[in-house]
């Protein structure tokens, strides 16, 4: 079978308007550009395998397209939920899988109709939106669908059924792994169920850290009016899926052997995300560069998301932690005082509401504040001792570096032209060594990080600086900082990321932290 992707895709939208896609979405030709080169990697001559990348790429372009008609999402979430729809019928030249985690701030922002577009696509779908976790566990072992899980709000709120389902979520992205529960007429009967399957995940809440590590969190927000999407008639939109959905099964149950075989490179983020995306990244290989090329950046994209959104109580903590010790100008000692009126004073973190109390309409460490960080601390094997000249407890900032580099991502780094003050064409030859010291700082970065540092840092608005101002990795390049912030040009977040990347191009330089 090949995909007819024509213009039945692109049909007329009820009030007369044609229901062409959103800028920048492909072409539907079923030629994608490309194919060629996902061929060759292959090692195919023929004209054959040749076809089969083109029909690929065709289809993931008539998915997407589809996809655009009815829901409003970013670019990068359009190509992923793309990709896992393809990998939902290609389970089988994997052992791993991705879940979805479709979320939102606000009800009412397309969660469920993204799940309705997603139900003709897939192999085998079961939409549970109020299903038993007896259920459930009965028709993943039968049918072995592609799970769509509606409202897990309301799965998840009863406690009982909450572990039920945790249960087969977390052993389900594995095959082979089994979830034992106890059954029977009499209930006296171990019963074992395989639980191996695609699943997507939609509702309010953010799921428990070792459910959402193995998620692509897709986070959507309501619609804008000048986003308009189709109304979705399901006797209209079922018609117009099911030669997309039959070619993609076709397609898979063909080529599996072939998916076995491809052994995409790694996108540098956590070992969970990246086993889990592996299939995904198979499949933009085999449909071509233009796919092979999306696909990349976007699965990095939603990575990052989905390991932000994944954190831990205590993996936040030590993320928090890293910028205080970086907002203090990366000290080797932090008094335990100071390091907890840091941590309170991160709005977007929950230290405020644990450990502090307000007094004279201001927040202070609670009594026992020093021994819960304590606490939180002792699994890292991270333990305070006597710093400074007075002796007051504290902690080192040595004791953190080898937890940071184990459970954190790299700090993303801003672009090497100062964000402050941009050197006049005359005046490069002053920053050379900063230059030097920053890719220093790079590379000696990349040896211990699996995530790539170098990804755009936002637009620092330029302020009145002197006629020339100090680059990063120079002395007075933080006074110019301080400078900028002070005067609301530039933000706490820019403030912080920027010095902590001055910091490093400091130490990579061999300079000193002014």
């Not at 939208?13 to 996902?38: H, K």
């Not at 372009?61 to 655009?68: G, I, R």
């Not at 449909?287 to 954190?311: C, D, I, N, P, Y």
């Not at 109580?313 to 928090?320: K, V, W």
């Amino acid at each position: 079978m090949s995909w007819d992707v024509s213009e039945r895709y692109f049909e007329p939208r009820r009030d007369g308007s044609a229901a062409t896609a959103a800028a920048g979405t492909p072409t539907l030709s079923g030629e994608a550009a490309g194919a060629q080169n996902g061929a060759e990697r292959l090692n195919a001559s023929s004209g054959e395998a040749v076809s089969a990348g083109k029909r690929l790429a065709g289809g993931l372009d008539a998915v997407e397209a589809f996809l655009h008609r009815y829901v409003a999402l970013s670019e990068a979430q359009y190509v992923a939920v793309t990709l896992w729809v393809a990998h939902a019928h290609a389970l089988d030249a994997t052992s791993t899988t991705a879940y979805l985690h479709v979320t939102s701030p606000e009800a009412e922002s397309g969660k469920s109709r993204l799940l309705e577009c997603l139900e003709p696509l897939v192999p085998t779908p079961i939409y549970a939106a109020s299903m038993t976790p007896a259920v459930l566990y009965r028709a993943v072992q039968k049918y072995r669908p592609t799970l769509l899980v509606d409202e897990a709000d309301n799965l998840l709120r009863d406690r009982e059924a909450k572990s039920e389902l945790i249960g087969l979520l977390n052993a389900g992205y594995r095959r082979g792994a089994l979830a034992y529960r106890i059954g029977g007429a009499n209930r006296n009967e171990l019963q074992a169920f395989e639980t191996f399957c695609a699943k997507a995940i939609a509702g309010l809440d953010d799921l428990v850290a070792t459910l959402a590590s193995r998620c692509l969190r897709i986070e959507m927000q309501k619609r804008r009016a000048d986003e308009p999407v189709e109304d979705f008639y399901r006797e209209e939109a079922h018609p117009q899926a099911t030669p997309i959905r039959d070619g993609l099964a076709e397609w898979t149950e063909q080529n599996v052997e072939t998916l076995r075989t491809v052994k995409p490179e790694r996108l540098g983020v956590r070992d969970r995300l990246e086993e889990a995306c592996r299939l995904m990244l198979a499949i933009a290989e085999l449909a071509g560069e233009r796919w092979r090329t999306r696909a990349r950046e976007s699965l990095r994209e939603l990575a990052g998301v989905s390991t932000s959104g994944a954190l831990s109580e205590r993996t936040q903590l030590l993320a928090d932690i890293r910028a205080v010790f970086a907002d203090g100008g990366d000290p080797d000692e932090l008094p335990t005082a100071e390091l907890l009126d840091g941590l309170l004073a991160i709005d977007e973190s929950p230290w405020r509401s644990w450990w502090g109390v307000e007094r004279d309409g201001e927040v202070h460490a609670s009594k026992g504040a020093a021994r819960k960080l304590s606490s939180h601390l002792r699994g890292f094997k991270i333990a305070s001792h006597s710093v400074g000249e007075k002796r007051k407890k504290g902690y080192r900032r040595a004791d953190f570096e080898d937890v940071w580099n184990r459970y954190l991502p790299a700090p993303s780094l801003p672009p090497v032209a100062n964000p402050l003050n941009p050197l006049k064409p005359h005046e490069q030859a002053k920053n050379e060594h900063s230059e030097s010291a920053r890719t220093g700082a790079l590379r000696a970065d990349s040896n211990t990080s699996q995530t790539r540092m170098a990804e755009p840092f936002e637009r620092i608005e330029r302020i009145s600086a002197p006629e020339w101002a100090p680059g990063l990795g120079e002395p007075g390049y933080l006074d110019v900082l301080e400078a900028a912030f002070r005067a609301g040009q530039v933000t706490e977040q820019e403030r912080r990321q920027t010095r902590l990347v001055h910091l490093v191009a400091c130490r990579a330089g061999g300079g000193a932290a002014a």
